[in-house]
């Protein structure tokens, strides 16, 4: 008798294990509470999987032999705490989709820079000829591959939502860039669960595999013992010398590994930024585990372009730059795009908070930001963080409406900076449609 796998969720990891499982011969329902997408309705529709839309049977679920949980679903959420009740198990996507594939794997996560870390890393093993996909919160979904696809790596970003329900999971190479507070609201607001979810990438590694983390993030490194890992540490920062690791000297990176050395000016790199640096060793480390020649990874390097939404600059007006950072969905992404800044800025900030503590960002806003746009359906608390240190603040509801009078507040010269530190769900549908509403805002100037 077939086993009966339940999605929950008819999103992009949803669809994806939907196809997965269907191919792997289980009888395959989806739920979703809410409307699913056109082009996922399409798609289920053409591979005959059933679904059901805007509700959850309960005698559609409950007699499920697995579930698998989309990411953006909550424990708290009344289904999920009956499936929990029922005692039936809950898997990620990433999970199931790593029972039915012997690829290598490259899982990429941390609160800030792990999808850039992703698309670069994926970016240097592509060009130095793997035959390699790319997954988890970034493209097509690594479920949708493993049943369509023929890879023999992966390079996955993966979200602590995803870590939260892998019972197996083991990455070749785990890399954790940072740990930051965020997404507290989904763990108790207690950072030591998050903490946990995040170290959760290297639980089931083995000797044979390596942990690449960030030495000069206090909260990775303040746990190593906590959550202990077989695999082999190969730290990266700015300042240590690591006889195996990455580091930067004399404006140099400098990657040891297996007792040979690469080194690269940091002038070269194609992603400029502290924070790029950070991501350019941990994606440089890869490289160098996997093998690749030097030069083929220093023209990698070197070659790589900002991704969409991610200090993107967007156009300048009137001699005022406008960049869209709208991936800052919390603060210490948005403490690394004040801190680049070399020009007076106007901030556009605000969404959903998650339980923010923005006071980390005090001396950066005292020192570089002129004004203030306050975008979000409530801005009480970024009023009251800010409110006696930037001398315009501004509630706006709309992103045209932040645009215009960022532009009015600017002069030639100035930086107009959407960096929001928040979620984007009580204005937009996510941080792209964000980002993209920013850049058709500024285009009609």
């Given at each position: 008798?077939k086993?009966?796998?339940?999605?929950?969720?008819?999103g992009?990891s949803g669809?994806?294990?939907a196809?997965?499982?269907l191919?792997?011969g289980y009888d395959?329902?989806?739920?979703d509470?809410g409307k699913?997408?056109?082009?996922?309705?399409k798609?289920l529709?053409?591979w005959k999987?059933?679904?059901?839309?805007t509700?959850?049977?309960?005698?559609?679920?409950?007699?499920a032999?697995?579930?698998?949980k989309?990411?953006g679903?909550?424990?708290?959420?009344?289904?999920?705490k009956?499936?929990r009740k029922?005692?039936?198990?809950v898997?990620?996507?990433?999970?199931?989709?790593?029972?039915?594939?012997?690829?290598k794997i490259?899982?990429?996560?941390g609160?800030?820079?792990k999808?850039?870390?992703?698309a670069?890393?994926?970016?240097l093993?592509?060009?130095?000829g793997?035959?390699v996909?790319?997954?988890?919160?970034?493209?097509q979904s690594?479920?949708?591959?493993?049943?369509?696809q023929?890879?023999?790596?992966?390079?996955?970003?993966i979200?602590?939502?995803?870590l939260?329900?892998?019972?197996?999971?083991r990455?070749?190479?785990?890399?954790?860039?940072?740990?930051t507070?965020?997404?507290l609201?989904?763990?108790n607001?207690?950072?030591?669960n998050?903490?946990?979810?995040?170290f959760?990438?290297?639980k089931?590694q083995?000797?044979a595999?390596y942990?690449?983390y960030?030495?000069d993030d206090?909260?990775?490194?303040q746990?190593?013992?906590?959550y202990?890992?077989?695999?082999?540490?190969?730290?990266?920062?700015?300042d240590?010398e690591?006889?195996?690791?990455?580091?930067v000297?004399?404006?140099?990176?400098i990657?040891?590994?297996?007792?040979?050395q690469?080194?690269?000016?940091i002038?070269?790199?194609?992603?400029s930024g502290?924070?790029?640096?950070?991501?350019s060793l941990?994606?440089?480390?890869?490289?160098?585990?996997?093998?690749?020649?030097?030069?083929?990874?220093r023209?990698?390097?070197?070659?790589?372009?900002?991704?969409?939404?991610?200090?993107?600059?967007?156009?300048k007006v009137?001699?005022?730059?406008?960049?869209?950072d709208?991936?800052?969905t919390n603060?210490?992404?948005?403490?690394?795009a004040?801190e680049?800044?070399?020009?007076p800025?106007i901030?556009?900030?605000g969404?959903?908070?998650?339980g923010?503590?923005?006071t980390?960002?005090?001396?950066?806003?005292r020192?570089?930001?002129?004004?203030m746009?306050?975008?979000?359906?409530?801005?009480?608390?970024?009023?009251?963080?800010?409110g006696?240190?930037v001398?315009i603040m501004v509630n706006?509801?709309?992103?045209?409406?932040?645009?215009?009078?960022?532009?009015?507040?600017?002069?030639?010269?100035d930086c107009?900076?959407?960096?929001?530190?928040?979620?984007s769900f009580?204005?937009f549908?996510n941080?792209?449609?964000r980002?993209?509403?920013f850049?058709?805002?500024?285009?009609?100037?």
């Amino acid at each position: 008798m077939k086993k009966r796998l339940v999605i929950l969720g008819a999103g992009e990891s949803g669809f994806g294990t939907a196809v997965l499982g269907l191919k792997q011969g289980y009888d395959v329902f989806v739920s979703d509470g809410g409307k699913i997408k056109s082009n996922y309705k399409k798609q289920l529709s053409d591979w005959k999987i059933e679904y059901e839309e805007t509700k959850h049977t309960e005698e559609k679920i409950l007699n499920a032999d697995i579930v698998m949980k989309s990411p953006g679903i909550p424990e708290k959420a009344e289904m999920v705490k009956k499936i929990r009740k029922a005692g039936i198990k809950v898997v990620s996507e990433i999970e199931f989709g790593s029972w039915f594939t012997d690829a290598k794997i490259v899982g990429i996560t941390g609160s800030n820079g792990k999808t850039t870390t992703t698309a670069l890393t994926y970016h240097l093993l592509k060009s130095g000829g793997l035959n390699v996909g790319l997954g988890g919160n970034i493209g097509q979904s690594f479920a949708y591959q493993v049943a369509t696809q023929n890879y023999e790596h992966y390079v996955l970003e993966i979200s602590s939502f995803q870590l939260d329900d892998i019972e197996k999971f083991r990455p070749h190479i785990a890399v954790l860039t940072n740990i930051t507070p965020d997404h507290l609201d989904r763990y108790n607001y207690d950072l030591q669960n998050y903490v946990a979810s995040k170290f959760n990438i290297t639980k089931y590694q083995t000797a044979a595999d390596y942990f690449v983390y960030c030495a000069d993030d206090e909260i990775s490194a303040q746990n190593l013992t906590a959550y202990p890992s077989a695999a082999k540490k190969i730290p990266f920062g700015f300042d240590t010398e690591f006889a195996e690791g990455g580091y930067v000297k004399n404006d140099n990176i400098i990657i040891n590994i297996n007792q040979n050395q690469f080194c690269m000016s940091i002038q070269e790199l194609g992603l400029s930024g502290r924070h790029n640096v950070y991501n350019s060793l941990a994606a440089g480390i890869v490289a160098n585990v996997y093998g690749l020649r030097k030069e083929q990874i220093r023209e990698s390097l070197a070659d790589m372009k900002s991704l969409e939404h991610r200090m993107e600059s967007v156009a300048k007006v009137r001699n005022i730059e406008f960049i869209n950072d709208s991936k800052a969905t919390n603060v210490n992404s948005t403490w690394y795009a004040l801190e680049s800044m070399d020009k007076p800025v106007i901030w556009i900030a605000g969404g959903i908070d998650k339980g923010n503590d923005y006071t980390v960002l005090d001396p950066l806003v005292r020192k570089k930001v002129k004004g203030m746009i306050c975008l979000g359906v409530d801005n009480t608390k970024l009023h009251t963080a800010f409110g006696r240190m930037v001398d315009i603040m501004v509630n706006v509801n709309n992103m045209t409406d932040a645009v215009r009078m960022a532009y009015n507040l600017g002069n030639p010269g100035d930086c107009v900076l959407l960096s929001p530190a928040c979620a984007s769900f009580d204005l937009f549908e996510n941080y792209e449609d964000r980002g993209k509403k920013f850049k058709d805002a500024v285009i009609q100037l």
